[in-house]
Nanobody, 127 residues
């Protein structure tokens, strides 16, 4: 079991920026992928961005970014702090959702949504 604490959400106007952060603790030894899903009421939870957290560096790491946010969102890692960050720029009203930090052992598990989850943080973008 991995414990994830995610934070940084809030309310912004369209075009604004937010930075989400997530810190992992507990049994993190087998975790290789960390990132963010988002969910709006009545819809499935969708992957937003994920990064491979294996390796000793804070830079680099293979990433996958959803097409809907590509060019606006970026994900980074700090392995020493067991943290990942999601930089969200040029926010749009359709980015409004609850964002959940997640951690998975394999990329296949990530795609299938088989992950450990944070409690979620709300992002609201007004027009």
């Amino acid at each position: 079991q991995v414990d994830l604490v995610d934070y940084g959400g809030g309310s912004v106007q369209a075009g604004g920026s937010l930075r989400l952060s997530c810190v992992a603790s507990g049994n993190t030894g087998g975790i290789y992928w960390m990132g963010w899903f988002r969910q709006v009421p009545g819809k499935e939870r969708d992957s937003v961005a994920v990064i491979n957290v294996s390796g000793p560096d804070t830079g680099g790491g293979q990433t996958t970014i959803a097409d809907s946010v590509k060019g606006r969102f970026s994900i980074s890692r700090d392995n020493a702090k067991k943290a990942v960050h999601l930089e969200m720029n040029a926010l749009k009203p359709e980015d409004t959702a609850k964002y959940y930090c997640a951690a998975a052992r394999t990329y296949v598990e990530w795609v299938r949504g088989r992950a450990d989850w944070g409690q979620g943080t709300q992002v609201t973008v007004s027009s």
